[in-house]
């Protein structure tokens, strides 16, 4: 098993800036990619950004350009520098991580309010 622990989420002003960190744990030898998706209410949950141990990254087009993804594979941890924040990007953030199974944290509200 692998345990995901998400922190950085919180409410934002439009144009502002946050830093989600997620936390590794457990049987983690073979995880490859870990990434970041988020769920509005009323929608489906969708991808956001993803990297592998490589540091090869992906990202959805609505966020390219404002957010971040880094990982620092000696800490287990991977990041997502969110900048430029917008009120679409209220939802809740959900780490994953994934080798033979694909895992997730338990989420954190990002609100984009003013």
């Known amino acids: 098993q692998v345990q995901l622990v998400e922190s950085g989420g919180g409410l934002v002003q439009p144009g502002g800036s946050l830093r989600l960190s997620c936390a590794a744990s457990?049987?983690?030898?073979?995880?490859?990619?870990m990434g970041w998706y988020r769920q509005a209410p009323g929608k489906q949950r969708e991808l956001v950004a993803t990297?592998?141990?490589?540091?090869?990254?992906n990202r959805a087009d609505s966020v390219k350009g404002r957010f971040i993804i880094s990982r620092d594979n000696a800490k287990n941890t991977v990041y997502l520098q969110m900048n430029s924040l917008k009120p679409e990007d209220t939802a809740v953030y959900y780490c994953?991580?994934?080798?033979?199974?694909?895992?997730w944290g338990q989420g954190t509200q990002v609100t984009v309010s003013s």
């Open positions: 990297i592998t141990s490589g540091g090869s990254t």
């Open positions: 994953s991580a994934a080798s033979a199974t694909k895992y």
């Open positions: 457990g049987s983690i030898f073979g995880i490859n990619v």
